[in-house]
C-alpha cells in the first residue's frame, strides 16, 4: 500500500491548519511555502477538502482556508481515504465493489493482506491531527539545543 503525493499534500495540508487553527484562515501561499509544497496543486487538493467537508474558506484580503471542525475530530484515515479511496493492500480485501478472484476460496495469503488492512486502518483512524500536531511540537522540542552550562 502507498500513499500517493495527493494523499501526502493534504495530510501535510491539514496538519498545518491544524497547527495553525486558532489563527483563522491561513492563505494557500503561507501553508504552499511552510510545508514545501507547489501551490496551484495544493489549491486542488483544498479544494477537494473543501468539497469534503473538511476545510471552509473566506474570500477577501485577510480570507484563506481553515478546518471545518477541531482537529481532535479529524482523523488521518478520514483524509486519505476523502482522498485516495479505501485503504487497502490488495484488491481482495476492499470491502467496497472489487474484482473476483477465483483463487479467493482457498487463498492463504488473505488473511494476511486482511490482517495489513486493519493494523493500517487502526492507526491512521486513530490518529488526528491533533496527535499529529503533538508529535510535530515533540519533535521540534528535541530539535532545539540547549547551550546551558
Known amino acids: 500500500m502507498r500513499v500517493s503525493t495527493k494523499g501526502d499534500y493534504a495530510t501535510r495540508a491539514m496538519q498545518d491548519l491544524?497547527?495553525?487553527y486558532e489563527k483563522g484562515p491561513i492563505q494557500i501561499e503561507e501553508i504552499a511555502r511552510r510545508q514545501h509544497l507547489p501551490a496551484r496543486y495544493l489549491e486542488q487538493i483544498l479544494l477537494s477538502l473543501k468539497r469534503a467537508g473538511f476545510?471552509?474558506?473566506?474570500?477577501?484580503?485577510?480570507?484563506?482556508?481553515y478546518l471545518a471542525k477541531h482537529p481532535r475530530e479529524i482523523t488521518v484515515g478520514a483524509i486519505i481515504?476523502?482522498?485516495e479511496g479505501p485503504i487497502v493492500p490488495i484488491f481482495c480485501v476492499d470491502s467496497g465493489p472489487r474484482e473476483?478472484?477465483?483463487?479467493?476460496?482457498?487463498?492463504?495469503l488473505r488473511d494476511i493482506w486482511a490482517d495489513v488492512r486493519d493494523a493500517v486502518a487502526q492507526i491512521v483512524d486513530q490518529?488526528?491531527?491533533e496527535d499529529l500536531c503533538q508529535r510535530f511540537r515533540t519533535k521540534q522540542e528535541r530539535q532545539r539545543v540547549s547551550y546551558q552550562i
Request: charged share 20%.
Open 18 to 20: 491544524a497547527l495553525h
Open 55 to 65: 476545510v471552509e474558506s473566506k474570500r477577501g484580503m485577510s480570507g484563506g482556508y
Open 81 to 83: 481515504r476523502a482522498m
Open 100 to 108: 473476483i478472484c477465483i483463487e479467493e476460496p482457498h487463498c492463504s
Open 127 to 129: 490518529t488526528t491531527l
